[in-house]
């Protein structure tokens, strides 16, 4: 297995451009996940997806952030327009079941973007 | 005050030392407790799960205190390879309106030198 697929690696972009990250879940996982990592905040939820449907998007930061699962294979995260404070890394993550998730059921993270906002 | 809540470090120790992280959380309701490895640049990677009585991997050995709202892990003959950020995670309860939401710590940064 491939594990979660992210991509870009890197992003650097100006100002009030418009920034789309893209992540691709292990095959058969129910749940997925967006996060952003910065020194001062740590590990932030973003927003948590169970069978493609938005669940909890209460982590999302304002309305230039937003997020879309249009099938099982495929997750956008889009920045519009993009400041330089969005400079962070951006984790996409997934697990294998949905809400009813065993206890100890693992998170599985790709390998991030790192976004750079000028 | 944060829901979970870590001593960021750094901790310096050497080669075969024993060091011990500790980790709070403020959600009573929280369910199941786990210890996430992070490499420089690197995405996080579970490490251990936290269990009531305690339980022991190798060098690395997790404790809870449900009634203290502690938990911790004690890695012992620190290895140059254990050189990480050590991350406490806290998943509250499902059911409800509650979906098992996972809550990361800010991490523990180690480095183990020779």
């Known amino acids: 297995d491939a594990g979660v697929i992210q991509s870009p690696r890197h ?7 418009e920034v789309t990250l893209r992540c691709k879940p292990i095959s058969g996982h129910n749940s997925l996940f967006w996060y952003r990592q910065t020194m001062m905040r740590g590990l932030e939820l973003l927003i948590y997806f169970n069978n493609n449907v938005p669940i909890d998007d209460s982590g999302m930061p304002e309305d230039r952030f937003s ?11 889009k920045i519009q327009p993009s400041e330089p404070r969005d400079s962070a890394v951006y984790f996409c993550a997934s697990r294998p079941s949905g809400l009813n998730a065993g206890s100890n059921e693992k998170l599985f993270f790709g390998s991030g973007t790192q976004l750079s906002v000028l | ?62 404790q809870l205190n449900r009634a203290s709202q502690y938990i911790s892990l004690l890695i012992r003959d620190s290895k140059l390879s254990d050189s990480a950020t050590y991350l406490c995670v806290v998943r509250e309860r499902a059911g409800g309106t509650s979906y098992g939401k996972l809550t990361f710590g800010q991490g ?5 030198h020779p």
Do not use: H
């Open chain 1, 11 to 17: 992003e650097v972009t100006e100002m009030g451009q």
């Open chain 2, 108 to 112: 523990t940064i180690l480095t183990v």
């Open chain 2, 1 to 62: 005050r944060k829901e979970v809540e870590q001593d960021p470090g750094p901790f310096n120790v050497p080669e075969g030392a024993t060091v011990a992280f500790n980790c709070t959380y403020s959600n009573s309701a929280s369910q199941s407790f786990f210890w996430y490895r992070q490499d420089c640049r690197k995405e996080p990677k579970l490490l251990m799960s936290v269990y009531s009585s305690g339980n022991e991997d190798g060098r690395f050995t997790a």
């Open chain 1, 67 to 77: 997020a879309k699962m249009p099938n099982a294979s495929f997750s956008t995260l």
